[in-house]
């Protein structure tokens, strides 16, 4: 197990919610192995920040580090969506969506990062739900938390793309502020290629609020709706 005694992968970076601290984002690599998926059977690496204990994976499939871009997905963990089936948001059908394409290219990475909720958590999604069905929109819903609409960092891909020697990427996204966040974070972004599927009358009013005040680009009518996708994961 060479892998353990790696000395941590380290970048220094600048925290964007506090301009003037300089923040090192340590991240260890700790082990790979196969995972088999009802699509293909990709690589998966396990790594944790050192300061905070998280755990985050990397999916591959195929030789990443070729210097053609690799097509990518950047995906923030959300348990409810992701295991859970909900169809109050669109995350698990672009996660299932992004793993098909990727295995239907034979190469690419999926990172999975734990950061739920768009960064409030687990729980706190849970409460943010609850005002949303009261009638708040998930903007609304986190602000009323005292949260920002949008939590979420990046930094931490850095050192797993340099880790994985991915060297630039055809991310699959529909938000902009993702792509901007991963270029100032120092990613090589060659392309956006956008991802639209999922939709159903629970999540068509967080999908309008996404387009509206969060600026994804995209438009409703591209949505495969949920009926559409067939549901396979893995039991
Ligand atoms: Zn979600």
């Known amino acids: 197990m060479p892998a353990l005694f790696e000395p941590p992968v380290r970048c220094a970076l600048v925290d964007g919610s506090s301009p003037s601290r300089e923040v090192i984002v340590s991240i260890r690599f700790i082990a790979a192995s196969q995972l088999p998926t009802p699509w293909a059977t990709f690589m998966l690496h396990g790594f944790q920040e050192e300061t905070t204990g998280k755990e985050h994976v990397v999916l591959t499939l195929g030789d990443v580090t070729t210097e053609e871009p690799v097509l990518a997905r950047v995906h923030s963990e959300c ?23 990727i295995a239907d290219e034979g190469r690419g990475a999926l990172l999975y990062l734990r950061q739920e909720g768009r960064g409030i958590g687990l729980l706190n999604k849970i409460r943010a739900y609850a005002l949303q069905d009261e009638g708040a929109d998930t903007v609304e819903a986190n602000e009323q938390l005292g949260f920002n609409a949008d939590q979420r960092r990046y930094d931490i891909c850095v050192p797993m793309l340099e880790h994985l020697g991915i060297g630039s990427l055809k ?21 956006r290629l956008a991802i639209t599927t999922g939709r159903n009358p629970f ?26 996708v067939d549901i ?4």
């Open 79 to 101: 348990l409810t969506g992701d295991a859970l089936f909900s169809m109050r948001c669109d995350c698990g059908y672009q996660l299932q969506e992004a793993l098909k394409r």
């Open 232 to 235: 396979e994961r893995d039991a």
């Open 203 to 228: 999540n068509e009013h967080y999908l309008t609020t996404k387009v509206g005040k969060l600026g994804h680009m995209m438009q409703l009518d591209d949505f495969t709706p949920a009926s559409d």
């Open 171 to 191: 991310l699959m996204t529909n938000n902009p502020r993702k792509v901007e966040a991963l270029v100032q974070d120092g990613v090589n972004i060659r392309e």
